[in-house]
């Protein structure tokens, strides 16, 4: 089993729309939770850290349900310019050293049409 | 954007000879790693450092080793390539003491293929 699983996609929303996408991790230690961007053959890059609480970032909004080990985002009024691959990544114990690291999901592809 | 590069940006070299691709930064991180990403797998660590001469293996080091003599420069070789080892090699940096060290910025990449 993925340390961390994502739906793969890909989701095809039209201009407006609202999009969840859904996380799951194995690692009940993980302690910080994020949501990369990834354009297509470019580098991934931060979109937000996820809290326990909650969070929102202008259209987007992020929850974690510890319990669960289960992470969401949520995509309102989606724009064609949020068309990507969107990486769920945790921070897990890694290694004989218990040095901590980061574990990213495969991505889940968006694509926002006109 | 982070001052991030990477040398060289596509290689295609042949099973069996060795590779050495070059992550240059000029942040002034102490954090590096390597990543390779590959279609079903997402981003998997390949090693990292969390300073010179300190470094450590991550899930998928078997064919690589690493180096790190300056702060600036992070080496990741493959001492002989094999097809398996054709993927996207990024770089990425992060700083501990930034108070955001899970912040991690990744350079552009580098496309090798291993025929």
């Known amino acids: 089993r993925k340390e961390v699983e994502q739906d793969p996609g890909p989701f095809n929303v039209p201009e407006g729309a609202t999009v969840a996408f859904n996380c799951t991790y194995s690692?009940?230690?993980?302690?910080?939770f994020f949501w990369y961007r990834q354009d297509c053959r470019k580098e991934p890059k931060l979109l937000m850290s996820?809290?326990?609480s909650g969070n929102e970032d202008g259209r987007f909004t992020a929850q974690l349900n510890r319990a669960s080990q289960y992470i969401s985002l949520l995509i309102r009024d989606s724009k064609l310019s949020d068309s990507a691959t969107y990486l769920c990544?945790?921070?897990?114990?890694?290694?004989?050293?218990?040095?901590?690291?980061?574990?990213f999901g495969s991505g889940t592809r968006l694509q926002v049409q006109p | 954007d982070a001052g991030i590069t990477q040398s060289p940006r596509h290689k295609v070299t042949e099973t069996g000879t060795p590779v050495t691709l070059r992550c240059h930064q000029t942040?002034?991180?102490?954090?590096m790693y390597w990543y390779r990403q590959d279609p079903g797998h997402g981003l998997r660590l390949i090693h990292y450092s969390y300073g010179v001469k300190d470094t450590d293996k991550g899930e998928v080091s078997d064919g690589y080793s690493v180096s790190r003599s300056k702060t600036e420069d992070f080496l990741l070789t493959l001492e002989s390539a094999t097809s398996s080892q054709t993927s996207v090699y990024f770089c990425?940096?992060?700083?501990?003491?930034?108070?955001?060290?899970?912040?991690?910025?990744f350079g552009p990449g580098t496309r090798l293929t291993v025929l």
């Open positions: 996820v809290y326990s």
């Open positions: 942040e002034n991180h102490r954090y």
């Open positions: 690692n009940s230690a993980s302690q910080s």
């Open positions: 990425a940096i992060s700083e501990p003491l930034s108070g955001r060290d899970n912040e991690q910025f």
């Open positions: 990544v945790v921070n897990a114990i890694r290694g004989d050293t218990g040095r901590r690291a980061l574990t």
